[in-house]
């Protein structure tokens, strides 16, 4: 069905366009492309899928299945993910050298498509601060990451000004801004109602202040990706331009497939990537690279006097360690019960992460610990990093799976007595504990499913719903 457009964004779509504006309306009237990206640190890529171009792991499905009755989706080993924003991959892979240890910041993280892509592309020496100003919204990038099970992520909490305090402190900076939301209009029909030219000067204006506020947290050399879901040139390579008035940078180009449609766009030098639906299979987006060629050194860390974050005991040390499958490689960290796995070659910057900003999750949270009773938490059920043998684990149905998900009693009747790793199709889910005669859900109630399951445990729907890897 044709999309009712704001005729100022019809007049300024028509100039930008010319010829194409036809097919540009025609598409907006097309359904959305589904597009998932795949977690290979938990799942196969699965054959027979049509593959988004710019990407290793993104992958089109045929039509929008119910993703809530997938356990793989609430597993992390996939995220339902717009394929233009994917671009991404191209901008990382052909900027900055993904074999070395980067010190990555996503400033505008949530819900956590940009941030899981980057835990899965950055090295596992690498470290990624993923930020959300919004408090909710980093709750939910928090439970995105944690199901993602990357151990080198960070979620904090705080207005971009308050990174003024890490000077040179990252490599990388994403800033994924928030916009008009132009090239959402096809998706998501409210952002047709909000739009209008002074929210479009209005967002401009503020990405104009987010990017000076974290200017300076980028390393001389650093590179930012800059990226946006509209159209319009004050958003876009006109930000780009005024950037380049301000501070010193310089502009990269990155090489295309002519097949993949993708748009090029110049402005003052200033290079810059527009995806349009009626050429790419996906939504609006536009994505530019930039190096920063001047600006401070980055920061010398030293050792706290008073360390925020204090090691376990040997002892609560020992009792978890030989959960991961790389002990060596995680510092143990004791915060009031929890007990958390950091990277060991960060802590120095990680003492200033925590010291200077709100986290909300770092690391691997392993466990609760009082006295020597240790319970294991939900994330570690979901981390990459959890050793294969370090629990017994009870591989279930899909039927089983949903019910645990749906936080139901569950029987494991193979399992022994005790903390029990509920996996579907090899994929961590959660913890169950198994007692005598019946096993606790230790699911977390805030990540449950919350529809009812009647319909979907019918068998011949078992059947038909889909579930990665079998298509
Ligand atoms: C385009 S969305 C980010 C999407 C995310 N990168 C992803 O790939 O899932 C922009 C984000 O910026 C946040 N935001 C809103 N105002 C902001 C501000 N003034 N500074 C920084 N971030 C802001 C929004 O809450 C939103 O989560």
């Known amino acids: 069905m044709p999309v009712q457009l704001p005729s100022s964004f019809q007049n300024r779509m028509q100039t930008q366009l010319g010829a194409d504006f036809a097919a540009f309306t025609a598409a907006l009237g097309q359904a959305s492309p589904t597009s998932i990206r795949v977690n290979t640190g938990k799942a196969d890529l699965p054959s027979g899928l049509p593959e988004v171009p710019w990407t290793q792991t993104g ?14 989706f609430h597993g992390g080993a996939y995220y339902v993910q717009e394929a233009s924003s994917m671009f991404l991959e191209q901008a990382l892979r052909q900027s900055v050298d993904l074999e070395e240890p980067l010190a990555v910041l996503d400033l505008c993280g949530a819900p956590g498509g940009k941030s899981t892509h980057l835990a899965s592309l950055l090295s596992p020496e690498s470290l990624l601060v993923s930020n959300e100003v919004i408090r909710a919204r980093a709750g939910i990038l928090a439970e995105n990451i944690q199901k993602w099970g990357s151990g080198n992520v960070v979620v904090t909490n705080n207005d971009p000004s308050h990174f003024q305090s890490l000077t040179g402190f990252f490599d990388v900076l994403v800033v994924d801004a928030p916009c008009s939301g132009e090239g959402m209009f096809r998706k998501d029909p409210d952002a047709i109602q909000e739009w209008s030219e002074a929210n479009v000067k209005l967002c401009s204006e503020r990405q104009r202040r987010i990017l000076m506020d974290v200017w300076d947290c980028l390393k001389p050399g650093g590179v930012l990706i800059y990226s946006t879901c509209t159209y319009n040139a004050e958003e876009n390579e006109e930000n780009l331009a005024w950037l380049a008035q301000q501070q010193d940078v310089e502009t990269i180009a990155l090489e295309l497939q002519p097949s993949w449609q993708v748009t090029q766009t110049q402005e003052q030098g200033m290079h810059g990537y527009r995806f349009y639906p009626h050429k790419t299979q996906g939504e609006g987006f536009f994505l ?3 190096r920063k060629t001047g600006g401070d050194e980055a920061g010398k860390y ?3 006097k008073r360390p925020y974050l204090v090691s376990a005991s040997k002892q609560e040390k020992a009792l978890v360690q030989n959960w991961l499958k790389e002990p060596k490689d ?6 009031q019960d929890t007990l958390r796995a950091l990277p060991a070659a960060w802590m120095l910057e990680l003492e200033q992460v925590y010291e200077k900003l709100r986290v909300v999750y770092g690391g691997i949270e392993l466990a609760e610990a009082v006295k020597n009773n240790v319970k294991p938490l939900p994330a570690l059920a979901l981390s990459q990093h959890l050793a294969p043998d370090a629990f017994p684990r009870a591989e279930v149905d899909l039927a089983t799976a949903l019910k645990f998900l749906h936080r139901e009693d569950v029987s494991l009747e193979e399992a022994a007595n005790g903390w029990v790793l509920v996996q579907f199709n090899g994929v961590g889910l959660g913890w169950g504990k198994k007692l005598q005669n019946r096993v606790n859900n230790h699911y977390p109630k805030e990540w449950r499913i919350r529809m009812s399951l009647d319909e979907a445990l019918q068998p011949e729907n078992l059947a038909k719903q889909f579930v990665l890897g079998r298509v």
């Open 59 to 72: 992958f089109y499905l045929p039509t929008r299945p119910s993703f809530t009755l997938d356990p793989l």
């Open 330 to 335: 995680w510092e143990i960290v004791k915060h």
């Open 302 to 304: 030293r050792k706290s």
């Open 288 to 290: 530019a690279v930039v």
